[in-house]
Nanobody, 115 residues
């Protein structure tokens, strides 16, 4: 069974940085896609950054140039480096592993940006 464990959320001032990490209980495959989502209360979950098992990345317009996604297949981990954080980045962040049509989710970690 695939399990994802997130770490790295917290409280930061606007303009600061945080790094989120996600560790998978299984080996990452080249066919996998790893995604970071975020969600505000009452809103839909939105994808902010995606990386494939081969390293291709994409970003939501709201975070492009500020956030960076990376992965370490040997350690079965991926991360989200968040720089120049804004108050509107305050959300619960979830890591996601998409494998053969099935989605697996982390438990979520809160990121709060104070002004």
């Amino acid at each position: 069974q695939v399990q994802l464990v997130e770490s790295g959320g917290g409280l930061v001032q606007a303009g600061g940085s945080l790094r989120l990490s996600c560790a998978a209980s299984v080996s990452i495959l080249e066919t996998d896609t790893m995604v970071w989502y975020r969600q505000a209360p009452g809103n839909q979950r939105e994808a902010v950054a995606t990386i494939t098992g081969r390293g291709t990345t994409s970003y939501a317009d709201a975070v492009r140039g500020r956030f960076s996604i990376g992965r370490d297949n040997a350690k079965n981990t991926w991360h989200l480096q968040m720089n120049s954080l804004k108050s509107e980045d305050t959300r619960t962040y979830y890591c996601n592993l998409h494998r053969f049509g099935v989605d697996y989710w982390g438990q979520g970690t809160q990121v709060t940006v104070s002004v």
